[in-house]
């Protein structure tokens, strides 16, 4: 997956980052590499596999007095 | 042998023994602090006033009235008006914070490099990085300038430098320590932790700071109490231990210099005793993908809060690592690749979790080394974020899983110290520690970095 600068604009904006146009050139190519690398993922078969959100299976810790 | 040398648990016996005052041990590690700190960089701000036993802690883990800027332009200043619950759970135990030390900007890093004040230095070789985020814990620690220190782990951010740095650094299991009072960077992931000059000692500080509060829900409310239950900490050998060796922690990337002291430590462990047994770990190969997702997404909504209205300066005081991981989390975590990244790299997770799990069932401990290679030249990867990223990948799988990890200094490659990576069953500190402790003693390692 390639970001190309567009993409950098738009993502900086939902990020609420302001970048220089240096910034997005950088950013441009050094994510695009990152993401490059991250897409080894899409060789993994996980049609059965539900998703860790967090390693603990706890939900609704109420509050007590420790 | 000087007060400085000695160790937490032989510092607290002497000061019982009157060998000498809590006035002449501060001022003994004051002194060291004066000497070494201007070139090493360990400390952002000493705290000349600590008076019992002087801890170091990393910048982010919250200190009243002491500066705890996250080695961030952004809150360059911030002096907390509270207590983290970890410092408060110390100063019961009579230590105190002699000093904030140095990490990467919002502990994203793996070289100290990452920090808006300036890298700290190897205390083994000045021109090395120390590893990261904790990375004036780890020095300030090997450089006998604290008697231990605090530092957080995300993906390997106490286990990593410790070893770069020649100390014992463990990271808890996750929910093992309460957080309230560390800034947050990926909340599904954070756990602190201390480095210590040995096994001994960090067991003793796990004691000291594991625990719920009403303010960490992930964290767990008991505290870690030692337990000599399988396993006697008295015991000389390694005798029913089954130790299991991963291949992939042997692959592609491993320096020789450091495999090589891994396999003799390794070695050693069965010479004591220790059943060796082959374990596998198949999907290690996909940790460090899979946590630039989770990482990098929980990121972007964590720092969110420093919008420049609340607190802290404006967001283009981030330096150039946290606007990365920023813009990769953002990313993820938008429209249209929300589940083909953060799902994808969740599910993932999950078959990382289930490597261990599987392993776990035919071992008590699992060891390999903690990074690929010794501590390289400060400057070496500091244009290329993936290839920095790539040099935890030992480290990752473990924090992903949630499971404790200890680094303990093994030997060393080229001069410089290589740790090796003792992980554990979930909430099992107490094996880790126990088999790492026994190492320890057969391994017997005294050198210590020759500063001038």
Redesign the interface.
Known sequence: MRLGIDQVKKVAKLANLILTSGEEEKFSQQLSKILGYIEELNSVDTSNVEPTFNVIDKSNVLKRSF | MAITDLTLVQTIKALKDKQFSNEELNQAYLNRIKRYNPELNAFFEVNESSGVIPAAVKSLISTKGLKTSAGSKIIENYKPPFNATVIENLISEGVSVIGKTNQDEFAMGSSGENSAFGSTKNPWDLKKVPGGSSSGSAAAVAADLAVFALGTDTGGSIRQPASLSGVVGLKPS??RVSRYGAIAMAS?LDQIGPFAKSVGDARLILEWISG???YD??CV?EKFKIQNSKFKITDQNLKDVRVGVPEEYFGQGLDEGVKEVIEKAIKKMEELGAEIVEVSLP?T??G???Y??IMASEV?SNL?RF?GIRLGGP??L?GDEP??R???G??AL?SGYFED?F?????????I?KDFEKAFASCDVIVGPVSPTVAWNLGEKIDD??KM?LSDAYTIPAS???IPGLSLPAGFSENLPVGLQILGK?MDEETVLNVGEVLEKALNIKEKPRLR
């Open positions: 996750y929910g599904s719920g509060d009403k829900s992930n409310a999907n190969k996909y460090v993908a899979v630039y997702i972007s969110a919008d967001r283009d981030f606007k990365r920023i813009m990769l953002t990313f938008s990244y799902i994808k790299a969740a599910k993932v997770r999950t078959l979790k974020p993936l990223y992903l899983a949630g979930y």
